[in-house]
Every structure is written in C-alpha cells, then in structure tokens.
C-alpha cells in the first residue's frame, strides 16, 4: 500500500466538500496538495475519484464514492489508535473536528479552544463554524465528531449533552428610551422596527415569541451576521433579539449596546456538545465534554457576561 492516512484525509475533505478550494480550507492545506493527493490515489489504485466540472466542482465517481464511505472508516478506526495509546499512557491525546453554531462561534469558542489544548497540548482541535444543519449534517458524514449548539431540532439520530440554558435579551443602541429598564414584555417594543437574525434556527426561535402573543414584528431588514447585526442595532436602526451577551457591550461599528432581558416566561434556549449516536467516542472527546461542562456555566460562560439570576 503506496498511500497515506494523510492523502487519505485530504480526498475525504475533497469528496465531502466537492470542491479543491474547500477541502483545503477545511483541512487548513494548501489547493495543490489536496490535488496531488486526490491524483496520487487515483494513480495507486487505478482509477478514476472525481470527474472534475469546471463550474460545479468535483463530483465522485461511482468508485469514488465506495472509496469515500471506506476511507471515512478506516480513518476512524485509525484515531482509535490514540485510544488504545492514552489508556496506556493515561493522557489524552489525537484529533478532534469540532464545529460550532456561528452566533457564539466567536465568544466562546476561542476561549474554550486555547484552553482546551493548554491542558491536553497533545491534542490537534480542528473548528469549524456553520449553521444547524451544516453542524448536523457535519456528524452524520463524521466530519466533525461532536458540535457545540443548540438543543432545538436536535434530530433522533443525535445525543444532546446539555449545558447551560440561555434566556433571550432585546437587544438595543444604548440611547434608546427603554434601555435602562431591568427587563422588557415583547409587547411594549414589538410594533418598533426590528433587525431579524436569518439564520434557520434563530429564525425560527424568535418569530415563535411574536406568534406566542399572536403579534408581527415590524421587520425593518434581516441579516445573517450577528455581526451585522449589531451595528444595525447599535446605528437605531431597530432592536432585536439574541440569547448571546458577550463581554464587549459594543457593536462593530463602535456604537454602544445594551441588552435587556426578555420579561415573559420564554423557555430558554439550551447551549450543548450533539454527537451522531451511532459513532463510538473517543477518549479525546469524551475529555473535551468533561471540559466543556466545567467552562461553559451560569455563572461565567467564556466571552459572554453572566447570566442573570447568577
């Protein structure tokens, strides 16, 4: 055998993604090893992965796709090798593919990773951000092994691990008129005009509150940038809804925020590690869920103030 677990890895990035540019981003490698990977195996084993279109990419081949599903497996049976070696060694050690729901991608995220592979620096972590389904459809093609998100929708294929809930805030520029009040009804600022979040999940969740008072909001513009987002918020142009807090009370475009908690008995959203039931953990990841509940608390969730009533 004339291959390695490496080439290997870079084709399954290529066959999952469908495209050079984004497997080498995926992997963090360059465009031209990617390729010289794909044609090395292609050369080893006589035949043909990929028929390459120019404008759609890369789309596998019949024999590709066997190679796809047998290349996954024996990627996975071989980072059972660290377990085998950790226990023996009584360290935690290997990769791990995390993914991450956008909205708190860059609060929490970083934090927890530094600190992570502090601990265990035998650890390679690998991140990736996306929305719900992009996170869910990353387990189910084990290109991610666990994802940080949301309970909502979790599908039956899935384990949620939970923890924390997160209560959702109206978010305001600091100028506005409600904006020293301890907490806000959905009512007395719903017929005002709002900044809606267009991501599938945060979509969803807060249109629900309106339709639970059987109100419409006065949507004034939608983005998919938390980011955006805020300086949309913190420019008067509306207010909107987040069940995100961070540290910095300032939007992006250096306009001050305030975030007001939502009055009413909403259930809260809860933040999670979701795993593809049928895939065995590994000693890495079981070490990043013990991790993840002793950082991600209450009281002091990485990049995010505390949640009230802590």
């Known amino acids: 055998m004339r291959f390695t677990l490496r080439q290997l890895s870079y084709f399954v990035a290529a066959g999952e993604t469908g495209s050079v540019t984004r497997a080498s981003e995926q992997v963090n490698i360059s465009q031209p090893s990617i390729s010289a990977a794909i044609s090395h195996l292609e050369t080893e084993l006589g035949v043909q992965l990929f028929v390459r279109q120019h404008a759609q990419g890369l789309s596998l081949t019949p024999a590709g796709q066997r190679l796809l599903s047998a290349a996954k497996e024996v990627l996975r049976d071989s980072y059972g090798l660290y377990d085998v070696v950790n226990s023996a060694m009584g360290k935690v050690a290997g990769p791990i593919n995390v993914g991450a729901f956008r ?38 093609t084990a290109r991610l092994d666990v994802a940080l998100t949301y309970e909502n929708n979790i599908a039956p ?102 975030y007001v908690e939502l009055a009413e008995d909403y259930p809260p959203m809860k933040l999670g590690l979701a795993y593809l039931k049928e895939l065995k953990r590994s000693r890495v990841c079981e070490a990043f869920e013990e991790f993840c509940r002793e950082i991600i608390r209450d009281e002091g969730l990485p990049g995010m103030m505390p949640i009230p009533g802590n």
Request: hydrophobic share 45%; charged share 20%.
């Open 103 to 140: 909205t708190f991608m860059p609060l929490i995220v970083p934090e927890l990773w530094k600190a992570f592979v502090t601990r265990h620096p035998d650890v390679q972590m690998h991140v990736t951000e996306g929305s719900e389904s992009e996170l869910l459809e990353g387990l189910r």
């Open 157 to 258: 294929d899935m384990n949620f691990v939970p923890l924390v809930f997160l209560p959702t805030y109206v978010l305001l520029p600091a100028d506005h008129p409600l904006a020293r009040r301890a907490d806000l009804k959905l009512a007395e600022i719903a017929q005002e005009p709002f900044v809606l979040l267009d991501l599938p999940l945060s979509r969803r969740y807060f249109l629900s509150l309106f339709e639970r008072l059987g109100i419409a909001p006065h949507i004034v513009t939608e983005t998919s940038s938390p980011a955006v987002l805020r300086s949309y918020v913190g420019a008067g142009i509306g207010y909107s809804l987040m069940t995100v807090r961070p540290k910095n009370m300032r939007a992006e475009n250096d306009r001050p925020l305030v």
